[in-house]
């Protein structure tokens, strides 16, 4: 039995790995889109380090793109397996798949225009259109967290509530063995946090074998959310009200843009909130609002209980969800404050590039990044205080303020994610392999969890093939 590190090994996103069984069966966890401009993983998307043919499961941990948005590819290039994930991952996939795919249709448009002004060929394709997703979506099988699922004879599976997104899980895989006890292989997934708006706190996976963990905050503490939510208020005062300025918030559409929706809401119904116009600008957003109304089953408890008085927990009186085009062409001439929130998160690409370019060179602005960005993205360029930026080939001079808030971070911080492992057996685990962290947040994660006893971590690299069983 082996496992290969086909995806996020020493970075953050394209999540993809591969266990081959003793008898050959092969089951990819997770089949991710590489997100950021490193030129060392410019033909990641496209290319495979495997046969997609050859592949007899998958198992989804949850529905963001840097785990679920090859998929589409994966099936288009001979995958004729089943892939599962949890129902509300299915069902997110769908809006979230969709929209990936005609994002891959407008770029290879636009790169196509761009080639014919140079006189180049016009041969730039989408990496998958909206027809492969659809087709995609057939292999889905959505199951419930917290039962064993048959994969084959002796292979079987079991979501957890990974506290991360809506519908996310850790995956354990149950390996029944000739003589011996079965094997527990564990892949956390993303990690989330406890006391999180809207999601149940994260779940402690079974006593594992072997674990694929991930690694994105190692070696950092966030902030708790109960003083972010004031800052929040302090910086929509600040902005809104004495400076009469807009409050834009890049934001990822499924999770972190809900868990702020929520929260304003909660503002408005305690009184708190000033009254300023707040905008939705991402049509993925609001499709994922409503995927998430349609399974109160991934709900924490506070959510259910304020829903009892509030039952849309993502509406209030001055809230617009804005889905089209020219809708949100408009916004960019509404005069006054306004809190304007729109994807994508790492600014990549998306609506909140036109906002970012409207408003950033205004000083009574402020733009709030509330999520990781990837290295080599605008995100990260902004977050890390660059005074010029490029957006659509143009220079900007950022005199908005950038604040930012990691509490909003649906990633655990380091003491979150040891306390997330705390139960397993140190005697047991033979070995974890830590994923989807840039390489110095790997070293850091790996000293604490040896300082916790745990015993062999290793650091894969891309394509790194590793014996295990
Ligand atoms: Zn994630």
Redesign the pocket.
């Known amino acids: 039995m082996d496992i290969q590190f086909c995806g996020a090994a020493q970075t953050v996103t394209g ?1 993809c790995h591969l266990l081959t069984l003793d008898d050959g069966f092969k089951i990819l966890l997770d089949c991710g889109l590489y997100q950021g401009r490193d030129e060392e993983f410019e033909d990641f998307n496209a290319k495979w380090i495997f046969d997609p043919g050859d592949i007899d499961y998958m198992v989804l ?2 529905a ?1 793109i ?2 679920c948005g090859r998929i589409p590819r994966l099936v288009k290039d001979g995958y004729r397996g089943e892939i599962i994930s949890t129902s509300a991952t299915r069902d997110l996939c769908a809006v979230m798949l969709l929209d990936s795919a005609k994002i891959q249709e407008n770029d290879a448009y636009y790169d196509n225009k761009r080639r014919k002004r140079r006189g180049l060929a016009q041969d730039a394709k989408p990496l998958y259109t909206i027809e492969d997703a659809t087709d995609s979506l057939q292999s889905f099988v959505g199951i419930s967290y917290d039962s064993w699922h048959p994969i084959k004879q002796g292979v079987s599976v079991m979501f957890k509530d990974s506290g ?2 809506f519908g ?1 899980a850790s995956v354990t895989l149950r390996i029944e063995r000739n003589g011996s006890d079965p094997l527990y292989f564990g892949f956390s ?2 990690i989330g946090r406890p006391d999180r708006p809207i999601l149940k706190d994260p779940e402690p996976m079974e006593n594992l074998d072997y674990l694929i963990c991930e690694s994105t905050y190692g070696g950092k503490k966030h902030n708790q959310l109960p003083q972010d939510v004031e800052d929040l208020l302090t910086i929509i005062q600040e902005t809104c009200i004495n400076n009469k300025g807009k409050l834009i918030i890049p934001a990822f559409s499924v ?1 972190r843009t809900q868990e702020l929706v929520h929260t304003l809401d909660k503002l408005e119904t305690e009184g708190r909130l000033p009254e300023v116009p707040v905008f939705v600008d991402s049509p993925m957003a609001v499709n994922a609002t409503e995927v998430f109304r349609l399974h109160p089953e991934c709900f924490d408890s506070d959510i259910q209980e304020y829903m009892l008085d509030d039952p849309n927990p993502f509406r209030f009186n001055d809230l617009k969800y804005v889905k089209r085009t020219d809708e949100s062409k408009q916004l960019n001439y509404l005069d006054g404050p306004a809190i304007i929130i729109s994807a994508s998160g790492m600014m990549t690409g998306g609506r909140i590039l036109h906002h970012l370019m409207n408003h950033i060179e205004d000083k009574r602005n402020t733009v709030l990044i509330v999520g990781y960005c990837a290295p080599h993205t605008l995100g990260a360029r902004i977050r890390r205080g660059d005074k010029k930026i490029r957006i659509f080939g143009q220079e900007l001079r950022v005199k908005a303020k950038v604040k930012i808030m990691d509490s909003y971070s ?2 655990g911080d380091e003491p979150e994610m040891l306390e997330y492992l705390s139960n397993l057996s140190r005697d047991k685990l033979k070995s974890i392999y830590l994923v989807h962290g840039d390489l110095d947040r790997q070293e850091m994660f790996r000293s604490a969890l040896k300082k916790e006893g745990f015993r062999d971590i290793q650091i894969p690299e891309l394509g790194d093939k590793i014996e295990i069983g």
């Open positions: 999540s941990s949850h963001h840097d785990h991360h997104i996310s997934g993303d999770g649906a990633h």
